[in-house]
């Protein structure tokens, strides 16, 4: 699905990623802002948490995402 299509998603709760992504595991999703929260806005994350790597340095994260340009013309957003 093109990057649209997947904001459509996040909104309606579904994690989604990229096929063309390096490393699997890797997903974003929405975080809805709540007043018990600090965040007063929701944003997008990525996690890394799941990442399939024998990298024993890479990161296993869930931090706020920005996506790239290569990101939002992208044709292979999926479900997770």
């Known amino acids: ?4 299509k997947a904001i459509e998603k996040l ?3 579904y994690k989604v ?3 063309g992504w390096n490393g699997k595991g890797i997903f ?7 007043k018990d929260e600090a965040m ?3 944003y997008i ?3 890394t948490t799941g990442l399939q790597t024998t990298n024993s ?14 990101d939002m013309l992208s044709e292979d957003w999926e479900l997770v």
């Open 40 to 42: 007063t806005h929701d």
């Open 17 to 19: 990623k990229r096929a």
């Open 28 to 34: 974003i999703a929405l975080k809805k802002a709540s």
């Open 1 to 4: 699905m093109n990057f649209g």
């Open 45 to 47: 994350y990525i996690d």
């Open 57 to 70: 340095d890479a990161p296993l994260d869930r931090v706020p995402w920005l996506a790239s340009q290569t």
């Open 11 to 13: 909104k309606q709760g």
